[in-house]
Nanobody
């Protein structure tokens, strides 16, 4: 059974940094698609950073480009979201996700919430 466990959320002041972690069990990251998504209160879930083995690219939404970075440690089956220069509008529940096929592009996975497995989410609150 594939399980994803996100952690690292919390309260941070605007301009601060935070790193989210997502540990996967029951699956290895190699040859897959991974990504981070978020859902702010009253808004739809959006894909903010995705990587797919099909194109080998990392996609970032415009809202986080230059401030956030996705990475993974395949040996630990853990992915990370490094967030810098946080803004109040970054306040949301953050979800990690994984797709076993990796057939589509990185951008497609983010644009379409196209991952199959999802973690439960971790709340990030950015105060002004």
């Amino acid at each position: 059974e594939v399980q994803l466990q996100a952690s690292g959320g919390g309260l941070v002041q605007a301009g601060g940094s935070l790193t989210l972690s997502c540990a996967a069990s029951g699956v290895s990251f190699g040859g897959r698609a991974i990504g981070w998504f978020r859902q702010a209160p009253g808004k739809e879930r959006e894909g903010i950073s995705c990587f797919s083995s099909s194109d080998g690219n990392i996609y970032y939404a415009d809202s986080v480009k230059g401030r956030f970075a996705i990475s993974s440690d395949n040996a630990k089956n853990t992915m990370y979201l490094h967030m810098n220069n946080l803004k109040p509008e970054d306040t949301a529940v953050y979800y990690c996700a994984l797709d076993l096929t990796g057939y589509s592009s990185s951008k497609w996975y983010c644009d379409n919430n196209g991952m199959y497995y999802w973690g439960k989410g971790t709340l990030v609150t950015v105060s002004s």
